[in-house]
């Protein structure tokens, strides 16, 4: 088995966009051909018609993959009030997701997008609620075997491990728990503007020799708001999955050649693998 991701977030569409890394970002796409495509949140920066015009219009052009999208605490207005509490993913259910809980089923893989968004609690840190836990419960439950099992939300699970601080979703511990017993083997997100790799064992104490969930965030692919160590830069994931392993490879964005190269790899033994 062999299945290649490629996990983009905080696009920005916007103020903050760059339009030259949206460029680099859809030669990538065609250079890389992934069987699928992740976008893990705010794609854009004030919710905006025009904003959510763009990112249709970028999205429409990339090639034909199937493609999991979920909405970021950008994606839902703060400042137009009346919306964000009335209609709050309006404008997302137009140009994006009718659905903001989803399944994405392709050959090997079962993948579940949750809307961490919280317009009317907890607009910046966001939420997962009981009723979508379960909701992700029975589309795993529904899987076929074999599938690896990836799970994708906008707010960051685990925290980023640098010198800037950040909350974490609140709730995170039950989440991850429940993400164990489903059989989840890869979580990915955003939010935070950089990329960093986490396990769910260092976020969480977990009894010796379990299990432990790879937590993956991208950084800020196509804006100007790269934070903390990848301050004004850009960045993806490639993220391959094998019988026996996940391998993840970081890449930024190079302002010289315009182009995004690997950083590293950080390779996890999937469940019953003997890769490590």
Known sequence: MELTLLHASDLHFGKAFDPKAAEALSRFVGQASPDLLVFSGDFTQRAKVQEYEAARAFLDDLPA??????????????????????????????????ELDTVTRIAGATVVALDSSAPHSAIVNGRLRDPQLRFAARAFQEAEEGD??????????????DYEPEQILPGHEKAL???????????????????YISL??????????????????????????????????????LIRVLSDEIRIVPHLLQRESLAFLPTGVQSVPRKGGDSG
Do not use: C
């Open 148 to 161: 690896v099992r990836i799970l994708v939300s906008h707010h960051n699970l685990a925290r980023a491990p």
């Open 200 to 237: 769910s064992v260092d976020v969480f104490p977990q009894d010796p020799g379990a299990r432990s969930i790879p937590i993956v965030h991208s950084g800020t692919t196509t804006s100007k708001r790269g934070r903390a160590r990848e301050r004004g830069q850009n960045s993806l994931n």
């Open 65 to 98: 993959i199937p493609t999991v999208v979920t909405p970021g605490n950008h994606d839902v207005p703060l400042y137009r009030v009346w919306e964000r509490l009335l209609a709050p993913h309006r404008n997302y259910r137009t140009f994006i997701s009718e």
């Open 177 to 195: 728990t429940r993400f164990l017993e489903m059989g989840v083997e890869l979580v990915l997100g955003g939010h935070l503007h950089r990329t």
